[in-house]
């Protein structure tokens, strides 16, 4: 059994070996504690984001601790995989960081989890305009959106890109999550979109009921 507050802090102390090992020995013992160990993980990555703003980390540091997240999310995958169902479809979904947000660490993550789940991810980067957005959804189909921030202005791009939907009339025909670490759930209601998270798990969750 892994001690997963150990998990935690290792992630925290940005130990890459022992992260390897705790998360290897998951798997090792059948994967059914992988959501366990990546909430533990993203305890992790919250301790980081606290040595951030405490000067003592710095932007080479969140780099690094983003790399481990998403090397986490592939030792873990085959657990993750396993839950989402054989046989399934892919569902096709849009996500990317909106307009004026060039942050990419967390959308990343959200990302591996969700191809780990079995999702077509159309990730369409960083600084996406509304527009681009709308017109993809159009093009290809999507009707599942992920939209990701990390700046107090991406609430407002959110708002933006879910008007910018409406004013297509296609608002109906699509399910929007937001995440980030201004989003809330009074940040969901003034957005206008349809749920919203704080991690990689919920995220996963909320999009597989609406594939």
Known sequence: MVDFEALAKAMGDLDEDTVNSMLEKVMEEGGSEANAAMEACQKGMEIVGQLFEDGEYFVGD????????????????????????????????????????????????????????????????????????VETAKKEDIHIIALSGVLTLAVDSMKKTVDAFTAAGMRENVKIIIGGAPVSEGACALVGADEWAHSPQKTVSVCRAWA
């Open 62 to 133: 969140l780099i690094y601790a983003g790399e481990l997240m998403t090397n986490a999310v592939d030792i873990l995958k085959d657990a993750f995989t396993a839950d989402a169902g054989e046989g399934q479809p892919a569902a096709k979904m849009i996500l990317c960081t909106v307009k004026d947000d060039l942050h990419d660490i967390g959308k990343n993550i959200v990302r591996s989890m969700l191809q780990a789940a079995g999702f077509d991810v159309v990730d369409l980067g960083i600084d996406v305009p509304a527009e681009k957005i």
